[in-house]
């Protein structure tokens, strides 16, 4: 049974059909990406996964460790192992990252029937992820992304993730706003993460991640379908050809 | 003289000045006596407000003011409450007003730094009675006739002074309690606060109580700060819901001040805070934070002016509202710039929070500039939850409940991290806990 099963896959924002029939089936322990221009629907997609409100599936379907994943609320897709990156982490100031991070594992557990976590155990879970990410503690402290440059709430993202420790991870652009370094570390994180049954769905606009991340497949989505899919050199094609060769073809 | 918008006192106050004036504290001195009388005088010609003053337009007083109610005396309050509300830590001192009037046998003002002293103006009517006309005076453009009426009827009232250059390392808390088990009244407690020139301290206000019996406390202050000296202020209301809270403070700023204070009103039927801060010399800085919370049928108006009066100016008032049941919340602020207050900085914002279609919110934030190289902001929101926040705590396992609950919280802590005192901070945050719709839900610890 695969991990992620999507099903010729439609879905509309605000009256206007975006994902337009998207199929797609990954295992666990696998690295997929998603390559497409601005506007293909990658970001639509992830999404549509995590379940946000204003996205209205109207066809297909999703099926995540055999289960209806669309039937079910945000938080139960968490629980069930699902895990979206942001492309723009929210702001909530007035609670710090470390209360925010502690419930959030509590609830997981609880979903899930496991005990809470000790706070000693907690901590000690935090800081190596922190370590990991190269973030400064005094991060942890602060309020949800309060202050936070581009390239902190990324690698909040990855810490998150990290501490979550989810079956199935979306990064949704992850990768923009990034420096070089940054981009570096943060890829580093997720290599660490790798592994075992943990599956990823990288979601990028450009190759230059991939160089660090290296997927086991590629997808190239245009306007709201994936035109191709192949093994991890697509990504360098689609570098020298740009999306346009794609696009034309499609048409 | 036409009154078309404010009304005269009910004659029961009449009745009750003459009945009490000859007992009121420092009665024996004719300088007083007539104090008390001018006073009295200006609340009949002022007139209590009806909603079609402008200034309480949203806030409907007279029905619980209109009439005189007796004094309030002191009783023996539940120890224990009082000990729940103590704040500022082990080192501080602490003055303890029940129903309005000082308790000295409960209050801890020993072992003060050379020029710090702190006393009580009925202890001044016995010991140095010539002070209190001064003390107890109202500036002479003072326009509030319940500023009036607190200074015909006092009974009770601290007197905070601080020589230059004392900066005492402890809090001083005081901490006014009513207890409305049995007793109906009033009471006019006045505060007087003097900071010489480079002095510092940290001040502490707490209002608590507990009972059904209607009290109505018309708490006015008066502010001094010299040259360069720095007041953290730090107020936390929650009387009981049979309660009035009227709480009037005039702040004045030498050149070079600075004052942070930081309110939070978390209960009492009726809470109306007028805030009238005056940077009276270049270079003084005010912070105003606030946080109410009203619920069910509570009532909390903030109205704040802040007068830019001299050049180099910074104030920053940052009010935030959570709304819910029935309840109303006003915010009127207002920054006035004068004409030679050039290079002054003044921002104001006041966001809120509705939680019930029944809730209301009047929000007025006012900007009058009359200098032309000025930096100033307003800005004014009201609304709901932030759909993509609960989003994001959902997307990372929070129930949708627990996620309203937390950001409804956070709402409120935004307000809360700026508060100084870490128990003050705490007891804010457990009554902000207890008014979050499914706070109790919360975990606690590493929230509050």
Known sequence: MALLEIEDLRARVEGKEILKGVSLSLEAGEVHAIMGPNGSGKSTLAYVLAGRDGYEVTGGAVRFLGEDLLAMEPEERAAAGLFLAMQYPVEIPGVSNMYFLRQALNALRKARGEEEVKPGEFLKQVRAAAELLGMPQELLKRDINVGFSGGEKKR???????????????????????????????????????????????????????????????????????????????????????????????? | MARARTVLPDPSYEELFTRARNRLPGSQLPELAELRRQAWRRVCEIGLPTSRVEEWKYTSILGRVQKALPLLEATAPPLEQLKAAFAGGVEARRLIFVNGRLVPELSHTGGLPDGMAITSLERLAARQPERLAALTRPAEEEGSAFAWLNAAFWTSGAVVELAAGVRPQAPLQLLFFQDAREQAGMTHPRLVVRLGPGARLHLIESHLGEGEAGQWVNLVGAVELGEGAELVHEVMQAPPQSATLLARSRIQLAAGARLVRNIASLGGGLVRNETEVHLCGSGAEALLNGLYMPMEREHVDQFVRVHHEQPGCHSDQFFKGIVGGKARAVFAGRIMVYRDAQKTNAYQANNNLLLSDEAEVDTKPELEIFADDVKCSHGATVGALDPSALFYLRARGLPQAVAESLLTYAFAGEVLERVVDPHLRGQMARRVLDRVPGGGALEAEGLV
């Not at chain 1, 923009?176 to 570096?184: Q, R, Y």
């Not at chain 1, 190759?207 to 991340?213: E, S, T, V």
């Not at chain 1, 709201?224 to 360098?236: H, P, Q, T, Y």
């Not at chain 1, 999306?243 to 499609?250: D, I, N, S, T, W």
């Open chain 1, 156 to 251: 909040n993202e990855i810490l998150q993730l990290a501490v979550l420790e989810p079956r199935l991870a979306v990064l949704d652009e992850t990768d923009s706003g990034l420096d070089i370094d940054a981009l570096k570390t943060v890829a580093q994180g997720v290599n660490r993460l790798r592994g075992g049954e943990r599956a990823f769905l990288i979601i990028t606009h450009y190759q230059r991640l991939l160089n660090h991340i290296v997927p086991d497949r590629v997808h190239v989505m245009v306007d709201g379908r994936i035109l191709r899919s192949g093994g991890k050199e697509l990504a360098l094609e689609l570098e020298e050809r740009g999306y346009e060769g794609f696009a034309g073809k499609a048409a």
